[in-house]
């Protein structure tokens, strides 16, 4: 293995794996130009003990295939990596070298995994998982351990567990602003939410509103409307009837033409002048009496439009006069009646 070196700073990378020696502990590294050729352990009090952690290897190995397949998809950078192995312990061997270890006293199993990272220190190039250790590894490793903590001065634990502290403190303080951002962005959706609900309500109450007034002048208009033809009727009624009134008194004013000629008589003269059979679609009746007294015969066919409603109308052929008193016959047609 290459010669230990020390790294301080900024806390980069979480400790990997647990182990159950009261050595084990949660550490963080960062990457950093080594200023001299020497070793260094990472490690985190709490008070006056030592936090242990148990870790069963496939523990350790789970997270190892974790880590390869984001190295084999160029996503394992410093970042990636502190996330993953959050809470286990590891040494720096090199400028871009890190081990990873745990031993788990009760079921006699030593592991540790081999971190390299490319030249520039930022992704994670190559990773080396050994399950189970040989006695010379294990004895290696922790001789390498031991000399990193003797070379670490009370001082610079403390400032690496400062450091730990500082960069914990600011990932509570990042998740609770994240937190209060969310709630707010939250809030203001809901809020929007509300706001556009009661507009939408409003709307539809106003478009409402205005749909029953619309309904109400439609009736108003459509009574006024009803009422005033009705009153034109009427007075078209009334018109009709004083007309009639005054034509029946100018009748009776009248001297009565002596009268030889019947009505049926006058609608048979009519057939015989203009051949109209009794079997004949063509119909002759008689309409009324002009103001000579003369009887007004019209003759006319009633032609069918819709067979199935048997909806029709009258197709007039001719209107004839004929006199009351000798029968003669005159072809008014062209007057219209």
């Not at 619309?214 to 009624?237: I, Y």
Request: net charge negative.
């Amino acid at each position: 293995m290459k010669m230990l070196k020390v790294a301080f700073g900024i806390p980069l990378l979480a400790i990997l794996l647990a182990a159950c020696s009261d050595e084990t502990s949660e550490t963080v590294s960062q990457k950093e130009e080594p200023t001299e050729k020497s070793t260094a352990v990472h490690t985190k009090e709490n008070g006056n003990k030592t936090v242990v952690k148990e870790s069963s290897p496939n523990t350790l190995q789970t997270k190892a295939s974790t880590i390869k397949k984001a190295v084999n998809s160029k996503e394992a950078d410093r970042d990636y990596l502190l996330n993953v192995m959050n809470g286990y312990q590891y040494i720096q061997v090199g400028d871009n070298q890190y081990i990873y270890y745990g031993i788990n006293q009760e079921q006699n199993v030593f592991c540790m995994m081999e971190v390299n990272f490319d030249a520039s220190g930022d992704y994670v190039e190559n990773i080396n998982f050994v399950e189970n250790a040989s006695e010379e590894q294990i004895a290696l490793l922790q001789n390498q351990i031991q000399e990193q903590q003797k070379q670490l001065s009370d001082l610079e634990q403390q400032q690496m567990e400062k450091e730990l502290d500082d960069y914990y403190a600011q990932l509570e303080e990042d998740r609770q602003k994240e937190e209060e951002a969310q709630a707010k962005a939250d809030a203001e959706a809901e809020a929007q939410a509300e706001a556009d609900r009661k507009a939408e309500e409003e709307r539809l109450a106003e478009e409402e509103k205005k749909k029953q007034e619309e309904e109400e002048a439609q009736a108003k208009s459509d009574e006024e409307e009803a009422e005033a033809e009705a009153s034109l009727e009427d007075e078209a009624q009334t018109e009709s009837e004083s007309e009639q009134e005054e034509d029946t008194e100018a009748l009776e004013e009248e001297e009565p033409a002596e009268q030889t000629v019947s009505q049926e008589q006058a609608i048979q003269l009519v057939r015989d002048q203009q051949g109209i059979s009794e079997d004949s679609p063509l119909l002759v009746a008689y309409d009324h009496v002009d103001d000579s007294g003369n009887y007004i015969i019209h003759v006319y066919e009633n032609v069918v439009d819709n067979e199935e409603t048997g909806e029709e109308h009258t197709a007039t052929q001719g209107w004839y006069q004929v006199s009351p008193s000798d029968g003669a016959i005159t072809d008014v047609t062209v007057d219209g009646y």
